[in-house]
């Protein structure tokens, strides 16, 4: 199965800008997809295919990578992003998702 | 609005049996593949099993196959989880997510519906 590494956590301060990085064991093309799991909560689908919007998710959000190295900005980042944020891949084999990285707001 | 509503959670002993449901609403569910994937407490995400609009295609993970039966019942607009021979490490909460046809991502997701195995 395709492996998916994100770093663990990040904390950033509100009004900036942040990274969050997922790299594939393989080429996944561009069928990468980031979910946004707020504290209790079910995930929530924010990018599809590697860089498209999903419905009702705010431009801040963007993403961007192929093959193996994929990336999710949120620019600039809002209290209210305090979540974990997963990668989930759909090209090889059975969906598989990414430990997550817990973004924190000091 | 697009609403997944699961039950048939529960404490249950290793070994036995558990039955899970889905009840949609909000969108045509017979249109739509549907899926259960899993998290394990203070863990990510594992997907389960999948079943195509119709049931004519059906995937699992190997940690599941042959002990999870996944299944749907259009009229019903109910997707199932018939869980046995359950063992420790399948205390999880379990969801099912909807996902876009030909395209394996997760669209829409149920609140989550706890599973304890546990003697």
């Known amino acids: 199965d395709t492996v998916l590494t994100q770093s663990p956590a990040l904390a950033v301060s509100p009004g900036e800008r942040v990274t969050i990085s997922c790299k594939a064991s393989?080429?996944?093309?561009?069928?990468m997809h980031w979910y946004q799991q707020k504290p209790g909560q079910q995930p929530k689908l924010l990018i599809y295919?590697?860089?498209n919007l999903a419905s009702g998710v705010p431009a801040r959000f963007s993403g961007s990578g192929s093959g193996t190295d994929f990336t999710l900005t949120i620019d600039p980042v809002e209290a209210d992003d305090t979540a974990t944020y997963f990668c989930?891949?759909?090209?090889?084999?059975?969906?598989?998702f990414g430990g997550g990285t817990k973004l924190e707001l000091k | 609005e697009v609403q997944l509503v699961e039950s048939g959670g529960g404490l249950v002993q290793p070994g036995r049996s558990l039955k899970l449901s889905c009840l949609a609403s909000?969108?045509?569910?017979?249109?739509?593949?549907m899926n259960w994937i899993r998290q394990a407490p203070g863990k990510g995400l594992e997907w389960v099993a999948s079943?195509?609009?119709?049931?004519?295609?059906?995937y699992y993970a190997d940690t599941v196959k042959g002990r999870f039966t996944i299944s749907r019942d259009n009229a019903k607009n109910t997707l199932y989880l018939q869980m046995t021979s359950l063992r420790s490490e399948d205390t999880a909460l379990y969801y099912c997510?909807?996902?876009?046809?030909?395209?394996?991502?997760?669209?829409?997701w149920g609140q989550g519906v706890m599973v304890t195995v546990s003697s």
């Open positions: 393989e080429s996944v093309s561009t069928r």
């Open positions: 909000g969108f045509t569910f017979s249109n739509y593949g």
């Open positions: 079943i195509s609009s119709s049931s004519s295609y059906i």
């Open positions: 295919k590697a860089s």
């Open positions: 997510a909807r996902h876009v046809n030909w395209e394996n991502y997760f669209d829409y």
């Open positions: 989930q891949q759909s090209w090889n084999g059975p969906p598989t």
